[in-house]
Nanobody, 123 residues
């Protein structure tokens, strides 16, 4: 599967952005999907995940209540709605996918990655 992310930009503190990731290939519904973010010089950090099965969604504590991940298997997309943005949310954001049987929230568990989309939150 190939992934392409979009939707980043510059926003003021308290603002909102919606990131979108489009997947090519078949059987997207059989993949776990997730968003990670990375600040230059730091490790990639888990943000949110939506497993291929079940209704439970997963969020990092730092974004719980502000970010919402959603997937549309008919359109092969996974979005990240980001509200009440803070300067510490500034990073490059990456979408990722995995076809493993069990969802793990570590970046090395996801073999498929989109290119990053930059989010900058000004104070």
């Amino acid at each position: 599967v190939q992934l392409q992310a979009s939707g980043g930009g510059l926003v003021q503190t308290g603002g909102s952005l919606r990131l979108s990731c489009v997947a090519s290939g078949r059987f997207f519904s059989g993949y776990h999907v997730a968003w990670f973010r990375q600040i230059s010089g730091k490790e990639r950090e888990f943000v949110a995940a939506a497993p291929w099965a079940g209704s439970r969604l997963y969020y990092a504590d730092s974004v719980q209540g502000r970010f919402t991940i959603s997937r549309d298997n008919a359109k092969n997309t996974v979005d990240l709605q980001m509200n009440n943005l803070k300067p510490e949310d500034t990073a490059d954001y990456f979408c990722a996918a995995s076809s493993s049987a069990t969802l793990k929230l570590a970046s090395d568990s996801f073999p498929y990655w989109g290119q990053g989309t930059q989010v900058t939150v000004s104070s």
